[in-house]
């Protein structure tokens, strides 16, 4: 049921034509009885975001995140397209606006695909009233939601968490682009639980640093990323806490999705850092081995080149002492006091052949402690990336 | 004559049987009249810097930079490898000192290869001073000790620099780990202009600074990397500025040298950003650039994919501005004013076709400008890196 688990809303998924496959790209979620509901969102920080993040970025503002639905496309990014992006991205919210009765304002939108190519409005618009009319409150119409906002994911990501009381559910998409800061990744979030708009934002933000925000695959901060979370009210008031926990606990499984199905990767990588000097310097140093290209590669080849990873946390710019470090693949240890420790390579080996490995480093200098969820890099990555043909 | 260009110096280059194959894995440099010269030196950031990286530092400042040779061996980068590692380099030095008649302390030391395994000292130490019998003074001694610290690299990097008065030679290695702030590469430079210790040691960090630390290939920074200038003095005083010059030319060719050899890179790309509002923000924009796999993959597909590098310049944390913004492949503008911009397709694609490729990006914001080499990313990097085996 994904989206459509928690009481009052309504969506539905369809193809508008942007794609020239003819695959679904248009995604609508909106609440069953019209109304605005409280809504809260986190959005790239790439200063060339594109068209549809600048628009609900504005509908947020003007509406004082009250909002009735969210309008999203897939195959083309609307990144990078000047002014007539940003009037193609109202266009699609004014359309979307007439056809369910609503303020135009009240209506989100979130595009993901190509950067830099003209939106083709005037060839999908006329197509958007149709996919309206198959809004359904049923899995199946979930279901279509969530398949159409994929571009080169391979499956749909959908999640339901149900708290006491009050449901979460989500919907999301993400294979490249991916990193902290958010990745090029669209997800939209549903609750039936009561929360004024600002908290909704504050645990929104919190949710996402602890599980978007820990994913890295390629390292890009896309142009588009956006998580939009929606409140009906309709299962009435919750604890705040609570809330965030299910929020939060939805955008991790999101996020494992994302790194399952991240492009051309064969493993996921289940990074630990701990014994950081502080969580953030943890979160740091998680990252810079995230991020290596040397590591990803390592991980392809199932190598256990601790070398690379402590050269890594050396170069993380946070407290380090050599001297001290550990590290183990899969619970062995392979370094000790930052030197070679003997130990069982078969247990490694067969740890590092199976698809979801654990690399887990300990710094020993304090109690800072991050984990970070990455891929492996191989010829897979290359073959998807090289050309956009 | 590389490093023997300049008067002063002789040179050798053998194998003492730290890599398997037999092949050429000890250079040596030293002052011809076995006599300390003025020297400078620059060292990785990383703080799992190696046991060589810590046995050259604490000689240089024992000695007040003035050294006599330079001791460098490839196949094991004795990192990570504890106190015995850092025993083992200053044995390296002291054998080598024996063999020469010098103070143990007058001595550097640089080591390249993989890290975390122990260095074979007593398996090698014997082979050390038949090596140090072979020094010489002609071109073939200069280019025994080029080859003989080549790990990956396939071809001798060395480079000669004729000022007015003096002569500047210098070789490295480096084909791997390579990133701005140093990379796993080490290079050694000649000269035979007399300048002070502290004037060379400025001059040295400002010539890194604007030749290797402009070169981004993997973006890792390794735990060995090394520069090491000596200045024999016998041409006799020279102006400081035109050392510099002559030091920076010299850098500058051996950092093309890598690029052009990085490990299973089909193309240099010679990336620009101008239009910064600083230089400082130059760099930043065209490091993050660089250091993107999206961007690299491109490139190994030869695909013009311009919304990539916006993206990139989006996300480097300085001031930009998207409505500003031209790329241009070869001279060919692609993206004005942020938005796609009708060219000369063939054009882009015979250009993207050679080998050295030229990236040009204006932020259209300020004076600030920079360059940076970078590669791009494909099957060869992957095969090179998977596996130490």
């Given at each position: 049921?994904?989206v459509?688990?928690?009481?009052?809303?309504i969506?539905?998924?369809?193809?508008?034509?942007?794609?020239?496959?003819?695959?679904?790209?248009?995604?609508?979620?909106?609440?069953?009885?019209?109304?605005?509901?409280a809504?809260?969102?986190?959005f790239?920080?790439?200063k060339?975001?594109?068209a549809?993040?600048?628009?609900?970025?504005?509908?947020?503002?003007?509406?004082?995140?009250?909002?009735?639905?969210?309008?999203?496309?897939?195959?083309?990014?609307?990144?990078?397209?000047?002014?007539?992006?940003?009037?193609?991205?109202?266009?699609?919210c004014?359309?979307?606006?007439?056809?369910?009765?609503v303020?135009?304002?009240?209506v989100?939108?979130?595009q993901t695909g190509?950067?830099?190519?003209?939106?083709?409005?005037?060839?999908t618009i006329?197509?958007?009233?149709?996919?309206?009319?198959?809004?359904g409150?049923?899995?199946?119409?979930?279901?279509?939601?969530?398949?159409?906002?994929m571009?080169?994911?391979t499956?749909?990501?959908?999640?339901?968490?149900?708290?006491?009381?009050?449901?979460?559910?989500?919907?999301?998409?993400?294979?490249?682009?991916?990193?902290?800061k958010?990745?090029?990744?669209?997800?939209?979030?549903?609750?039936?639980?009561?929360?004024?708009?600002?908290?909704?934002?504050?645990?929104?933000?919190?949710?996402?640093?602890?599980?978007?925000?820990?994913?890295?695959?390629?390292?890009?901060?896309?142009?588009?990323?956006?998580?939009?979370?929606?409140?009906?009210?309709?299962?009435g008031?919750?604890?705040?806490?609570?809330v965030?926990?299910?929020?939060?606990?939805?955008?991790?499984?999101?996020?494992?999705?994302?790194?399952?199905?991240?492009?051309?990767?064969?493993?996921?990588?289940?990074?630990?850092?701990?014994?950081a000097?502080?969580?953030?310097?943890?979160?740091?140093?998680a990252?810079?081995?995230?991020?290596?290209?040397?590591?990803?590669?390592?991980?392809?080849?199932?190598?256990?080149?601790?070398?690379?990873?402590?050269?890594?946390?050396g170069?993380?710019?946070?407290?380090?002492?050599?001297?001290?470090?550990?590290?183990?693949?899969?619970?062995?240890?392979?370094c000790?006091?930052?030197i070679?420790?003997?130990?069982?390579?078969?247990?490694?080996?067969?740890?590092?052949?199976e698809?979801?490995v654990?690399?887990?480093?300990?710094?020993?200098?304090?109690?800072?402690?991050?984990?970070?969820?990455?891929?492996?890099?191989?010829?897979?990555?290359?073959?998807?990336?090289?050309?956009?043909?």
């Amino acid at each position: 049921m994904s989206v459509l688990a928690p009481k009052g809303f309504i969506a539905t998924g369809g193809s508008m034509g942007i794609k020239p496959t003819g695959r679904p790209d248009v995604a609508l979620l909106t609440t069953a009885n019209g109304l605005p509901v409280a809504a809260a969102a986190t959005f790239t920080t790439n200063k060339a975001a594109a068209a549809p993040v600048q628009v609900s970025r504005r509908h947020l503002e003007t509406t004082g995140h009250q909002v009735t639905s969210v309008v999203l496309t897939s195959g083309n990014a609307n990144a990078a397209t000047g002014e007539a992006g940003e009037a193609a991205a109202m266009r699609l919210c004014s359309e979307t606006a007439l056809a369910l009765g609503v303020a135009p304002t009240s209506v989100l939108i979130a595009q993901t695909g190509l950067i830099g190519i003209p939106f083709p409005l005037e060839a999908t618009i006329h197509q958007l009233a149709p996919i309206v009319a198959t809004l359904g409150d049923d899995e199946a119409a979930a279901h279509r939601a969530a398949e159409a906002i994929m571009t080169t994911d391979t499956f749909a990501k959908e999640v339901v968490v149900t708290g006491s009381g009050f449901t979460v559910g989500g919907m999301a998409k993400g294979a490249a682009m991916l990193a902290p800061k958010m990745a090029t990744m669209l997800c939209v979030l549903t609750t039936d639980a009561a929360l004024p708009s600002d908290q909704l934002q504050a645990l929104l933000r919190r949710s996402v640093e602890h599980s978007f925000n820990r994913l890295l695959t390629d390292g890009a901060i896309s142009t588009n990323d956006t998580v939009i979370l929606l409140a009906s009210g309709e299962a009435g008031p919750a604890d705040p806490h609570e809330v965030e926990a299910a929020v939060t606990d939805a955008c991790q499984q999101l996020a494992e999705m994302m790194a399952e199905d991240a492009e051309g990767a064969t493993k996921v990588i289940h990074l630990i850092v701990k014994g950081a000097a502080s969580d953030e310097e943890a979160h740091l140093a998680a990252r810079n081995v995230a991020d290596s290209l040397l590591v990803k590669c390592s991980f392809n080849g199932e190598d256990p080149y601790w070398g690379r990873v402590v050269s890594e946390l050396g170069s993380a710019g946070v407290a380090f002492d050599l001297h001290r470090v550990t590290v183990s693949y899969g619970g062995t240890m392979v370094c000790e006091d930052g030197i070679a420790k003997t130990h069982d390579a078969a247990a490694v080996a067969a740890h590092l052949a199976e698809r979801h490995v654990t690399l887990e480093c300990d710094l020993n200098l304090g109690s800072g402690s991050a984990t970070m969820l990455t891929v492996d890099l191989g010829y897979g990555y290359i073959d998807e990336n090289r050309t956009t043909s």
